[in-house]
């Protein structure tokens, strides 16, 4: 069997994932991204290939995708995320309806991208200027509370009364007015419940750039987060589709499009 790597340094973490030529996904690892991107990457994919049992030379094709990319340089290809994120998130929600609108929320950016009927990408929306709508804004918001980010989405739907207000649109103002709003009494759940909504507001003028179609998917880290789920599909009025493995879709899509491009050049 011959297996294909997608490797996607992103800002906050790596993802690889292999799939066999048959494009079944055989397994996935997520690592931080740290300060050594290069070296973390390699420890991964070490790490990941005798998890899954495999030898080094069984991977015949590796893609690099994600904002470090380029530092990865034994990959046979580079490609840009979203084409990667568009064609993961099509493989992974096969069998879950066509998908039209992805909703990306990484670790520092933000993004929404409209794919046609046959998946090519027409049109794309990106917030890389502002922390606030991204992973790295969730993380700040659950030091200051002092909970894990993987607690949010519990935090959210604890919450009993109406989402508090995060009125500031910068991501440092923000933790002022959370740490405000902790000042003022105001419950752990609560504050948590208003940051969601307050991302899912930014995230739907996002969506809206792109235009709106149903089959939305949503991925990245911060899929994950139940909470955050329930906050955007209320304001956008609609169902979102979520992946098993959310944070992985785009390395998933990277490994691919090596299958493509190994089959092209072999055929
Ligand atoms: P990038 O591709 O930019 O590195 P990711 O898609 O990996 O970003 O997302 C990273 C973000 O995902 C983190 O900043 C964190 O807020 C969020 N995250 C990661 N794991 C979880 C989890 N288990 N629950 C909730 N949020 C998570």
Redesign the pocket.
């Known amino acids: 069997m011959k297996y294909f790597a997608g490797i996607?340094i992103?800002?906050?973490?790596i993802?690889i994932s292999i799939a066999d030529e048959n494009k079944n996904l055989v397994g996935h690892k997520i690592s931080a991204?740290g300060s050594m991107f290069y070296q973390y990457a390699h420890e991964t994919l070490d790490a990941l290939i005798s998890e899954i049992g495999i030898k080094k030379e069984d991977i015949i094709y590796t893609v690099a995708t994600?904002?470090g990319r380029k530092i990865f340089k034994e990959a046979d290809e580079n490609i840009s995320e979203i084409t990667a994120n568009a064609i993961g998130a099509r493989a992974s929600a096969k069998g879950h309806g066509e998908i039209k609108t992805i909703i990306n929320i990484?670790?520092?950016?933000s993004k929404a991208i409209s794919l046609d009927d046959e998946g090519n990408v027409t049109n794309f929306a990106m917030n890389d200027r502002c922390a606030a709508g991204t992973?790295?804004f969730?993380?700040a918001c659950a030091m200051n509370l002092e909970i894990r980010?993987?607690d949010?989405g519990e935090k959210h739907f604890a919450s009993t009364g109406t989402p508090l207000s995060i009125n500031s649109t910068c991501a440092v103002f923000a933790e002022s007015e959370i740490i405000g709003l902790l000042g003022n009494s105001h419950n752990v759940e609560d504050i948590v419940c208003g940051v969601h909504y307050s991302i899912a507001k930014r995230i739907v003028k996002l969506v809206k750039r792109v235009g709106v179609k149903e089959g939305i998917y949503f991925d990245?880290?911060?899929a994950?987060?139940g909470g955050l789920v329930n906050a955007i599909e209320n304001e956008l009025s609609k169902k979102i589709f979520i992946p098993q493995y959310p944070?992985i879709t785009t390395s998933y899509g990277a490994a691919i499009i090596g299958i493509d491009s190994y089959n092209y050049e072999n055929n």
């Open positions: 996607d992103g800002s906050t973490a993802k991204s994600g904002y990484g670790g520092q950016d992973g790295k969730l993380d980010v993987e949010l990245g880290g911060p994950l987060n944070q």
